[in-house]
C-alpha cells in the first residue's frame, strides 16, 4: 500500500473528521480530497504523471499536504525542498533530483482565500 492509497482511504473512512487544522482553520477530511484531486487534476492537465519528480518548496501550510497528496495520487515523486535553504543548497538539490516542474510557495493571498466552508484552497502555482 502506498501514502496515496492510505490518503484515499482515509478520506473514505473518517469524511467529516478534521485533518489538518492551521491557524483558526479547520479542513476535514472531505475537504482537503477535494482539495488534493483539483490539484491533481491540474497538475496532470500540466504533464506531471507517474514517476515525474515534482519540486515542492512550500512552508508548513496546508497547501504542502495538498501538494504531497496530489502528487501521490499521480504516482509522481515529491521532491520537497526546504524553504530555508541557500541558492547553492537548491541548486544542487535540484541538480541532483533533475525536477520536472516546481511548486513554489503560493501568495499569502491565494492561500488565504476561503471556500464557502471556510477552510483555505490550494493556491499553488507550478
Not at 477535494?34 to 507517474?50: E, H
Not at 511548486?103 to 488565504?112: F, L
Amino acid at each position: 500500500m502506498n501514502l496515496g492509497k492510505m490518503f484515499a482511504d482515509s478520506c473514505s473512512t473518517y469524511k467529516d473528521n478534521r485533518a489538518l487544522v492551521y491557524e483558526n482553520s479547520r479542513i476535514t477530511f472531505s475537504e482537503m480530497d477535494r482539495a488534493v484531486n483539483s490539484l491533481a487534476n491540474r497538475l496532470k492537465s500540466m504533464g506531471i504523471g507517474k514517476g515525474d519528480k515534482a519540486a515542492l518548496m512550500l512552508p508548513n501550510t496546508p497547501e504542502f499536504p495538498i501538494t504531497y497528496f496530489a502528487c501521490q495520487k499521480l504516482g509522481a515523486v515529491a521532491v520537497t525542498l526546504n524553504v530555508m535553504s541557500t541558492s547553492h543548497e537548491l541548486n544542487t538539490s535540484s541538480t541532483t533530483a533533475t525536477r520536472r516542474r516546481s511548486s513554489p510557495r503560493p501568495s499569502r493571498r491565494a492561500a488565504s482565500r476561503r471556500s464557502g466552508t471556510g477552510s483555505p484552497r490550494a493556491g499553488t502555482s507550478c
